[in-house]
């Protein structure tokens, strides 16, 4: 594999107008955001109020019916699916590991696009998610908290640009929550990602975002920094 | 008994219709008192069923005076009606209906061909359409088991499948395994009849040609014949189905179009 998985970014993804609806009934209504490199934006509000909807819309998971998505100004149209989604990574609630051991899980992404990364590679990024010597481990082993871990190093290996992450710890206990978090602060940090996080929970986006969206019933009723939009 | 009560042979297998009819009736009756209710869809089952054979029956008699080629156009609308009936069960798949139907013209309609080419399947109506239908209708169950199994395959595993994706695989290397599994599960009853043939059920068409007169070693021989031809035909439709499918599965920006409600 070229290059190294701690390459920093300097992209960013701007959302106009997007909106997404099915037969009767409208999922996402005319929402715009836009987060850069080395930031954390939260997407924040109720359950069914069409935050992970929006989410997939970024990496076209789901197509918007209408508004598009820009990564570091170009069009996601004009981005072969594969590569838009290689450039924008996810990390979901349910971290849906392949069966096999944790190698084989972070080796995915790259061979997809016919690369392998070397032993060190893993050992290295396994070592940035605070599982060191985990490489050959069963995921059906491991805890709901590492397997997040798992989960969250499997997007980095791609070398993305943007990390889009869906509540990725609503399931997991503090200890491994505060992990999740402290691990999400500092790959936006030190890597310079652009981090879109969905959570129902206003005290981790007041932890980890540095400006929010606030999403009801698919409208963004607020957007700003996250003092301005869920106060201290 | 009925054949005491019965002059003529019509009116003999209408009254033997009956009988086999309340037996399954009385089924649905003892499936209802377990809150199971087959009611509408086996009365209406078993209405269409006489209804459908007995007019096969009489364009059968009609056509025993017609062309030989004639029977090409009954065998195509066979492979219609198939193709319409076995997409039903691929709910929600785009262009499921024409998936099924090119398989099935396909499958059956290339074993059929080979087959009669090889003189194996004789040319005269009264056998090229009987022998074509079991072909047509054993590929029509299988390509809808394999849709079917397909379809709950890919939404049971929609978590997955959306994962791979936003990893950056194609649809072919998500979905590859779920394929394979409804291929293999759709011939189960195909594979299995073979195993079985001789031990556990003796076919219809040997019993038919049993009491038509036919040597017992040739008739038991022939009905091997068919029932791999149905074999190989059904495993070329759930193959075909099952690869195309997969194509309607997807966007063309590599979205899952086969998912729950939103």
Sequence with gaps: MTGTVSQISTSNLRAEGLSRAVPGKVIVSDVSLEVSAGEVLGIVGASGSGKSSLLRLLNRLDEPTAGTVYLDGTDCRQIPPRELRRRIGMVTQRPFLFPGDVALNLRFGPAQRGETMTDAEVSKLLEQVGLAGFAANEVSVLSGGEQQRVSLARSLANRPEVLLLDEPTSALDEQSKSEIERLVGTVAHDQGLACVLVTHDRDQARRLCHRVVLLDAGLAVKSGTTLEVLGA | ?262
């Design chain 2, 1 to 262: 008994m009925l054949k005491s009560l019965f002059t003529s042979e019509i009116s003999l297998g209408l009254a033997q219709a009956g009988i086999a009819s309340l037996l399954a009736l009385a089924v649905v009756f003892l499936a209802r008192r377990r809150n199971i209710h087959l009611e509408k869809d086996a009365s209406i089952a078993l209405l269409r069923g006489i209804v459908q054979i007995v007019a096969v029956g009489s364009v059968l008699a009609m056509l025993l005076k017609a062309p030989r080629w004639s029977s090409v156009f009954l065998l195509t609308g066979m492979v219609l009606a198939a193709g319409s009936i076995s997409a039903k069960r691929a709910k929600n798949i785009p262009g499921a209906a024409k998936v099924s139907t090119y398989s099935i013209a396909v499958g059956a309609g290339l074993v059929t061909a080979i087959m009669t080419w090889a003189g194996v399947i004789d040319t005269a109506i009264t056998s090229l359409i009987p022998v074509g239908s079991m072909i047509i209708a054993n590929a029509m169950n299988t390509n809808g088991l394999a849709l079917n199994r397909f379809r709950s395959e890919v939404l049971a595993h929609t978590g997955e499948i959306e994962t791979a994706l936003a990893l950056g695989a194609t649809p072919q290397a998500t979905i590859g395994r779920y394929a394979e599994s409804s291929i293999h599960s759709s011939l189960i009853p195909a594979i299995d009849n073979l195993r079985s043939l001789g031990i556990v059920w003796i076919p219809g068409l040997m019993t038919g040609m049993l009491l038509s007169g036919a040597k017992p070693m040739y008739a038991a021989i022939y009905q091997f014949v068919v029932i791999a031809m149905i074999l190989a035909s059904s495993g070329l439709t759930s193959l075909l189905s099952t690869t195309m499918i997969q194509g309607h599965a997807f966007s063309p920006a590599d979205q899952l179009l086969l998912k729950g409600t939103e």
